[in-house]
């Protein structure tokens, strides 16, 4: 069986506080996106993870795709399997490619064996996958809060308006993007703000990570700077980073942004 998972943005990201257990409370709108890896799952002898397309630090035996398996298998008598991985979306991007993966493999798994799982359950096996991971099972807009693994329905919709993601030649350490975050309350929520007209966003709805990430990696903020500078309406850092996505009232030609290795999508 073969599926295809989405990447997301972030409209917005507020880091409240830290919480005793060493994670963060956040808020943040999840809006997927149209760029994608593709994914499959058969039968096979032993079960294993294949990987190819874009590299993925780290040994493929810790892929998430394979830790989704093996929380399923410890509950249900599934057979082995061979999970093959084309990957396609930006790694340390902020656009959670990783959750997406592990997502739709647990809803691969959900499918071809008739387990028939719920939303709710399948939710709670990728929540400790990962805080975004829950949120591609359902796959949809999404205020998220606390450890950003709780939702709620967002009706924001942006398909009226044209949307552009860079991606510079840089990997974000997520870990190193939340030591140095400061948690701090915001003078107003993001599930009052995002409900605004786009054209009002700008300034008011923020991604805390900007503050140190732009100050470690200057290229980032410029890329920030050049979408506006071409006419953008909002643009923003997704997540930790490195991706900056913008949104525009009319279609766009960003060339300058197609040369110094930036990799340049109409999501």
């Not at 994608?36 to 993870?49: L, M, R």
């Not at 829950?134 to 924001?156: L, Q, R, S, T």
């Not at 552009?164 to 400061?182: E, N, R, W």
């Not at 995002?194 to 890329?223: G, M, R």
């Amino acid at each position: 069986m073969l599926s295809f998972p989405n990447a997301k943005i972030n409209l917005g990201l507020n880091i409240t506080e830290k919480r005793a257990d060493g994670y963060h409370n956040l808020e943040t709108v999840f809006y997927p996106i149209n760029i994608k890896d593709a994914v499959e799952i058969t039968d096979n002898e032993h079960t294993s993870c294949k990987i190819h397309g874009i590299d993925i630090p780290g040994d493929a035996n810790d892929n998430l795709c394979l830790k989704a398996y093996h929380l399923i298998k410890a509950d249900f008598d599934i057979p082995s399997q061979q999970i093959n991985l084309l990957k396609n979306i930006p790694v340390g991007a902020g656009l959670g490619g990783g959750s997406a993966d592990c997502a739709f493999v647990i809803k691969l798994i959900n499918e071809k064996f008739n387990l028939g799982l719920s939303v709710d359950e399948m939710e709670n096996y990728a929540r400790q996958l990962g805080a975004d991971c829950a949120f591609f099972i359902e796959n949809k807009p999404v205020y998220a809060f606390n450890k950003g693994d709780e939702f709620e329905k967002c009706e924001v919709d942006l398909s009226a308006w044209f949307k552009v993601l860079v991606k510079p030649p840089l990997h974000v350490s997520t870990a190193d993007a939340y030591a140095l975050v400061k948690p701090k309350k915001p003078l107003q929520s993001l599930k009052e703000i995002i409900h605004l007209s786009p054209t009002t966003w700008k300034n008011k709805v923020i991604n805390d990570f900007e503050i140190s990430v732009f100050a470690k990696y200057p290229q980032i903020h410029q890329i920030k700077t050049n979408l506006y500078d071409a006419g953008a309406t909002f643009a923003l850092m997704s997540g930790s980073g490195s991706s900056v996505f913008a949104i525009f009232n009319e279609p766009v030609k960003l060339p300058e942004l197609e040369k110094d290795n930036l990799v340049y999508y109409n999501i």
